[in-house]
């Protein structure tokens, strides 16, 4: 069988833009990378049920910069312009579809913005709303110019989680029919833990949060009816001994909810850990990428492989998921993809 998969990637040296790269799930191998379409370091991508794609875009005219979002029709290859949204200043860092509401959100790490879009009947976006995250921001080098919200998205119940790195904050909002952001509570982790990602599982009220400046996972406990979180566990995603700079990336949990994966810029490696009866987590196995920087990862439709991106090594790694155990097992990886940076498996 035959599975496609989207990929952002940065456009600073080899890459061209959103790429697609195919697993062949018989033969157990990645194979034929293809352009699908260009655009300025596409670092984060997502694709609607109605196969649009939606991808951060960075246009560079001289000195000048300016950022926003490039909007296509991804149902052909190359996939078509349907619309750019681009503004002065960076590019978001962040960028999902809200299937239930038809909306787009972003979330901008340089302007500290986060923004909620609107999806129109023909596919073009439409801005509903705006929030700006405010308030002290933590110790580290990183935090030391404001606010940086990495992530933004819908949580099971249908709020919109926010993860602050700078300012060391976890924000939640209600969202109404007119795309209109309502604050119901935010959450402070200890100075310098730079919350990057986040995932949930319903079942238990539990949430799985990266600290990308603390290399952590957290466990948060979360209280559907309050909108509140609290903190339960933190435990480390790289070794004791480990002294090399390192920052937590991506993290995603199985479909049962018994592991939660994370990977390792630095340490360059995917930590994965067993979820607990309580919801704690144990590690369980910390394996290499295989490369260098693997700002992202993800797995296939029926998870029993998962693949991982090398930004800096220009390659991706598959590896073979035990299902019962969690445990990886590598089967190639020197499979090139340009500086890639997000990957995403297509509608």
């Known amino acids: 069988m035959i599975e496609n998969f989207l990929i952002g990637t940065y456009t600073?040296?080899?890459?061209?833009?959103?790429?697609?790269?195919?697993l062949d799930t018989d033969k157990q191998v990645l194979q034929n990378t293809e352009l699908v379409a260009e655009a300025?370091?596409?670092?984060?991508?997502?694709?609607s049920d109605a196969q649009k794609i939606y991808a951060v875009d960075k246009v560079t005219d001289g000195d000048q910069v300016r950022g926003g979002l490039i909007n296509l029709d991804g149902s052909t290859t190359p996939a078509k312009e349907i619309q750019t949204l681009i503004s002065e200043g960076s590019s978001p860092a962040y960028v999902t579809v809200d299937e239930k509401r038809q909306n787009v959100y972003t979330a901008n790490y340089h302007t500290g913005d986060v923004t909620v879009f609107n999806i129109e009947a023909d596919g073009r976006l439409t801005q509903t709303d705006q929030v700006h995250d405010t308030g002290m921001v933590g110790p580290k080098p990183e935090q030391a110019d404001g606010p940086h919200p990495h992530y933004a998205d819908v949580a099971f119940d249908g709020r919109l989680v926010i993860c602050d790195l700078g300012l060391d904050r976890v924000y939640l909002y209600?969202?109404?029919?007119?795309?209109?952001?309502?604050?119901?509570?935010?959450?402070?982790?200890a100075p310098g833990f730079g919350p990057r990602h986040i995932d949930f599982v319903e079942e238990t009220g539990k949430a799985y949060l990266v600290g990308e400046l603390s290399s952590e996972l957290a466990v948060l406990n979360y209280n559907e009816e309050t909108g509140e979180f609290s903190v339960q566990q933190i435990v480390s995603t790289i070794p004791a001994d480990w002294t090399s700079h390192n920052g937590g990336a991506a993290i995603h949990l199985s479909a049962d909810h018994k592991f939660v994966y994370v990977s390792n810029r630095g340490n360059d490696s995917i930590a994965a850990f067993a979820i607990q009866p309580d919801g704690n987590v144990e590690l369980i196995q910390l394996i290499s990428t295989e490369g260098e920087f693997p700002r992202d990862f993800n797995f296939n439709q029926n998870q029993k492989f998962l693949i991982a991106l090398n930004q800096n090594t220009n390659n991706a790694t598959l590896y073979a998921r035990n299902p019962a155990t969690g445990m990886l097992t590598l089967l190639q990886k020197d499979f090139e993809v340009p500086e890639g940076t997000c990957i995403t498996l297509r509608k």
């Open 174 to 189: 209600d969202i109404s029919d007119q795309g209109k952001l309502n604050l119901v509570s935010q959450l402070t982790m």
């Open 40 to 47: 300025g370091s596409p670092t984060y991508v997502a694709e």
């Open 12 to 22: 600073n040296n080899q890459s061209k833009g959103i790429y697609q790269i195919e």
